[in-house]
């Protein structure tokens, strides 16, 4: 007889196409949450029999509707989201020889990443588990009491009749999940998303695009936007150019130079409705060194045409560009300020940059310093002579490279990872298991940073953008990124980011920060250092933690636990 099968697992496992009965989390309690959190599971689902019985099946055949029903106050059947898993084909799942015990495999292959509406229906397929994502809001009402209830999962065939269900406890705890204190930015590439859906650079069609995905970046827990003045100098090939995405624009007539700033103020109110409360510009030289210009199209004498690029030497007098920053940074300092923004900007030099760029990093630094003196400027390095040399006051190192900053106390730390960080510290590929990704809140909490960067929310090329991908087909190449590594989103029909495993798990992350944050105002910071360490043989370190989803869970129904108790006993201190 053919048997419908459905198993509540952890949002941290990833079920591969080859892989047998998910049990390693398991989901046997509740499902806990603080007040305002958006907390996920996934149903494992696959049909089962006689393998004479399951020869005969068509997969359309069995196709099921899945109903729910909510016994959750405060929460209706249809405020719970539910998404199908999809596979996705990786060719390039990991650089060469990177593979440290922590991935799921190295190997090109399927692995689950894409979630994708299915409309309420699924195809339960002989012998193979697939799942499907749940996340529930739960609300954010100021309640200071707990409750439980049960959502219950059917899955009904074509007659309606009911094939197999599953029911799942959920538990609100009554504290309210904080704000996010942490600045945190996925560069948003707006070229990439008119080169995907075929629209001209700021048409109307692509700013209702764009504004849709920063519209995902803020609800997913990104507070700062990277804001293209010009064409962003950012993994582009020696001599290459992509799409023209400048919101700025320039005029010089009679050797004068003059600028625009109403696409910017239109970018600026539109990331602010979206929820960004904060800003970074685009860098002002090019990656990896500094040595040469954004490209930059200006208005000249009625001719529009390109004024620097490649070609132009940053630092040269002669180049032009000193005495272009000149005019234009005051420019742009006074409209920050008309926008209101100006504390809440930060700029950039050059991308990862090297101890081999310090000079020609310095050299560009000096040029735009003397107009930016309120701001702060930041930049992803990682080598500690340019902290040490007083060339950038706010580096950015990588997870694996962190360790001589934070002996340098480096006052309002931040971290990034991207390609290059592929052994032992956190990271995102496709290739790595779930809690490789969500144990970043953990470490962001443990080394109280104060910020977080990744270069790919929707980097939809190649390394040095040689070509455009198709994410759904093509999610790692091997020119350059492993899958996962360049977006966390992919590009849907109609304009619709689609979601995938790592956003979300990313958000989990975020939330074990804000819940740490939250209990460390009720006991102290000591204490809930304490809480994440205990049992472990050294403190939490971006090298060294638990590779284990159980763990991970663990500490985190722990930190809810103590947040549970102790803002009990303050709300009861509180009434005598």
Request: charged residues 25%; aromatic residues 10%.
């Amino acid at each position: 007889m053919v048997t419908y099968r459905m198993i509540p697992i952890s949002s941290l496992d990833k079920i591969l196409p080859d892989g047998g009965e998910p049990g390693m989390n398991r989901i046997d309690g509740p499902v806990t949450g603080l007040a305002g959190e958006t907390v996920s599971f996934q149903l494992a689902f696959r049909l089962e029999g006689a393998a004479e019985e399951l020869r005969g099946c068509g997969a359309n055949e069995h196709v099921a509707r899945i109903a729910v029903r909510s016994g959750l106050p405060g929460v209706p059947a249809e405020s719970v989201h539910i998404r199908a898993v999809r596979d996705v084909p990786v060719e390039f799942a990991a650089y060469p020889n990177a593979d440290d015990g922590a991935y799921l495999s190295d190997r090109p292959g399927l692995y689950p990443d894409l979630l994708q509406d299915a409309g309420g229906y699924v195809a339960f397929l002989p012998a193979r588990w697939q799942s499907l994502w749940v996340d529930i809001d739960l609300p954010e009402e100021d309640d200071p009491a707990t409750w439980n209830g049960e959502l219950e999962f059917a899955a009904e065939d074509r007659d309606g009749r009911r094939v197999a269900s599953v029911g799942v406890s959920v538990r609100r705890i009554g504290a309210r999940l904080p704000e996010l204190e942490l600045e945190h930015t996925e560069w948003l590439y707006a070229d990439c998303l008119a080169q995907w859906y075929g629209v001209p650079v700021w048409s109307e069609e692509h700013w209702r695009i764009v504004e849709r995905f920063v519209r995902l970046t803020a609800k997913r827990g990104v507070t700062m936007i990277y804001t293209p003045l010009f064409t962003p100098p950012l993994d582009t090939v020696v001599g290459g150019e992509r799409p023209t995405t400048q919101l700025v624009g320039v005029r010089r007539t009679n050797g004068a130079w003059s600028f625009d700033f109403a696409l910017l103020e239109r970018w600026v109110a539109m990331c602010q409705a979206a929820g960004i409360s904060r800003f970074e510009m685009s860098h002002l030289f090019t990656q990896w060194g500094a040595e040469r210009c954004p490209k930059i199209v200006a208005t000249v004498d009625g001719v529009e045409r390109k004024v620097f690029g490649w070609s132009t030497a940053a630092a040269d007098p002669a180049s032009e560009y000193p005495e272009f920053l000149a005019a234009f940074l005051p420019e742009l300092d006074r409209e920050l300020h008309r926008l209101g923004i100006a504390g809440s900007t930060v700029f950039h030099v050059s991308d990862e940059p090297t101890a081999d760029n310090l000079d020609s990093y310095l050299a560009a630094k000096a040029v735009v310093s003397p107009y930016l003196g309120d701001y702060r400027i930041m930049d992803a390095l990682s080598h500690i002579e340019f902290y040490d040399s007083g060339a950038c006051e706010h580096p950015i190192p990588a997870d694996d490279a962190i360790e001589p900053f934070v002996a340098a106390h480096v006052p309002g730390l931040w971290t990034y990872y991207c390609c290059a960080q592929t052994t032992d510290v956190p990271n995102r590929f496709m290739a790595m298991p779930s809690y490789r990704n969500r144990v970043l809140g953990f470490l962001l909490y443990a080394y109280d940073l104060a910020g977080f960067l990744h270069w790919g929310f929707n980097f939809y090329n190649t390394q040095f953008s040689l070509r455009p991908i198709n994410p759904y087909v093509e999610p790692g190449t091997p020119e350059g990124f492993p899958a996962g590594d360049a977006f966390l989103v992919y590009p849907g029909p109609g304009g619709e980011p689609e979601e995938s495993i790592r956003m979300m798990v990313m958000e989990e992350a975020l939330n074990d920060l804000r819940a740490c944050r939250l209990l460390e105002s009720l006991v102290g910071r000591e204490r809930v250092l304490a809480l994440l360490n205990e049992g472990l043989d050294e403190p939490l370190a971006f090298a060294r933690y638990p590779h284990s989803a159980a763990w991970l869970l663990g500490r985190r129904a722990a930190v809810d636990a103590a947040i549970e108790r102790h803002a009990g006993s303050s709300r009861a201190s509180s009434r005598h």
